[in-house]
């Protein structure tokens, strides 16, 4: 399979007439499974057919579209460019405005996936836009701040609303954020893990400051993502949830 340089940088909009899908992250279809090259635009999915000249310098086989979902000041920034840069981003809070995204190709199974990541605003006034691009999502990361009972609160109306705008098959995974503020925590980790089980959705906790579980977070969702689509007949089921905790319990010794 041939591959394709990916798009370098961050974009900005408040625009939901924009294209959501810009950069080649989706296009407003459900994801399948043994597609091939030069699958149908409405598909979601990006199986580029040929190189072209991009000033990133990378390549990739296939691309995802992933959110980062929750309301303001859960870390949601932070978390993207702790993924991305492994930098923590201290000093003032600032609120994303309206919707924001990067672009990182990762080596899952010997496949080169770029995630595309939009980062959106968690203020009531820019749900609107928000939802304009949750349709061609093939992947959200709900995020809720362990030292804020309200954000965790809100997480039922958030997946709700998730359920509501996006497709069928979207990956949906909880994520306890702050997990380093021991000292300020007021939700509890099995809090988190008994709603994550109510809804069925793939749950742990992160710290943007520390980095803990950033990278498994994104790493999971991206072998969901690419298992899905290329799976081979005979190849069983990828285990989201199974991969999560067996990842977690591998790491444990080191993980606050």
Not at 42 to 64: C, K, Q
Not at 115 to 133: C, K, M, N, P
Not at 172 to 184: E, T, W
Request: glycine share 10%.
């Amino acid at each position: 399979m041939s591959r394709k340089k990916a798009l370098k940088g961050k974009g900005t909009t408040k625009n939901p007439k924009g294209s959501p899908s810009g950069g080649g992250g989706g296009g407003g279809g459900r994801t399948g499974k043994g597609l091939a090259a030069g699958a149908s635009p409405t598909s979601g999915l990006v199986y580029p057919s040929r190189p072209s000249i991009s000033s990133s310098g990378e390549f990739y086989d296939i691309a995802f579209k992933v959110m980062l979902v929750g309301d303001s000041g859960v870390g949601k920034t932070c978390l993207l460019v702790r993924f991305k840069d492994g930098a923590f981003l201290a000093g003032s809070f600032i609120s994303t405005v309206g919707i924001d995204f990067r672009n990182k190709v990762m080596s899952i199974d010997a496949v080169k996936v770029k995630l595309q990541i939009w980062d959106t605003a968690g203020q009531e006034r820019f749900r609107s836009v928000t939802h304009a691009y949750y349709r061609d999502a093939h992947a959200l990361l709900l995020l809720y701040d362990v030292t804020n009972k309200a954000s965790f609160d809100n997480i039922r109306a958030w997946l709700t609303e998730i359920y509501e705008y996006t497709q069928q098959d979207v990956v949906v995974m909880l994520l306890g954020n702050k997990a380093d503020s021991n000292h300020d925590r007021v939700v509890k980790r099995e809090e988190g893990e008994k709603l994550a089980k109510e809804f069925g959705v793939p749950f742990m906790e992160t710290s943007a400051r520390s980095g803990l579980n950033v990278e498994l977070a994104f790493t999971a969702v991206a072998k969901e993502l690419k298992h899905r689509t290329m799976k081979e007949p005979d190849e069983p089921k990828f285990q989201l949830q199974e991969y999560v905790s067996k990842e977690m319990r591998t790491a444990g010794c080191c993980r606050s």
